[in-house]
């Protein structure tokens, strides 16, 4: 009999140790002393992007609420992936966080198109943030005003040419599907980024270009472009002339958003405790007043549900990708 305790004894302490060791155990002291030192937010992109942006300006807010220095660092590369491998490699105790869009959550998705040294199973959701608003837009002087104007022009002239940040990006999943519906053919002209889209577009390379509305807005305010659609589920605050590709009738594959990501083995009370100070953070009018102005939409979403979304915009990046026979 005490050999059987013995072992049953000795079972639950490996089992213990092995649950500190992966993060699934975490004793309360250690969120309630959390954080005592600064915290890191890694942006997988350059500084001054919209990425950027958003993140220094939730980390600033952040500083406020947990009273420590939340210091963003920049760690450029690898399509997104060098920032995301930095956080996937790092120590989980909630002191190295990621500030993400879709590309570096979850990159085989796009395993087509790049190769990264990790997955999304190696980071953990914590709290979506913000959504992009990539728009398609076209010159000032063109003759369309609106999103139906142009598909009946790409009708009557089969491989009308849309500029846009390639094959792997909602745009181009948006443009497919459209063509489809409304029965017409387009060529895709991929750019790298929207410093390249514009001069085209504005140049007359191109008759439509997909870009950030952020990079576009002060040619939109200049009345050097128009915009005909954003790709978003509603109208954004800071374009709400322009309608949405759902509004419209057409499908979403994803929503492109930003989140905070940590190592999969951050511990529970950490992560609630982190999406609880964001989710205060994303209702202050403050940081909505910020995000506003650098043309980012506001939209949280707490732990559980984002992680749900991702999951669901993984399933149907797939599918499409499977579809159009880049991926087996």
Known sequence: MKKIIFILMVGLFVLLISSILNGSFAPDTHAASYPD??????????????????????SELMEKHLKQPVVVVNKVGGRATMGGYAVVTAKADGYTLGFFPIASSMPEVFSY??????????????????????????????????????????????????????????????????AKKEKFSFVDVPFAGDAATLPALLGGHIPIGAIDYSAARSLVEAKKLKVLAVCTEKRVDFAPHAPSIVELGYKLAYVSNLGVFGPKAIPYELVKKIDEVVGKITEEKEFRDRMKSISIQTFYQNADTYHKSLMQYKETIQAFFKEEGLVK
Do not use: H
């Open 113 to 178: 198109f790049y190769d990264a040294p990790y997955s999304g199973k190696d980071l953990k959701p914590i709290s979506c943030v913000a959504g992009t608003a990539m728009s398609f837009l076209v010159k000032a002087d063109a003759p369309w005003n609106n999103f139906k104007e142009i598909i009946e022009f790409a009708r009557k002239n089969p491989g009308m040419k849309v500029g846009s940040p390639g094959k792997q990006t909602l745009p181009y999943l948006v443009m497919v599907d459209v």
């Open 37 to 58: 030192r600064p915290i890191t937010i890694v942006v997988p992109y350059p500084a001054g992007g919209v990425t950027d942006l958003s993140a220094r300006a939730l």
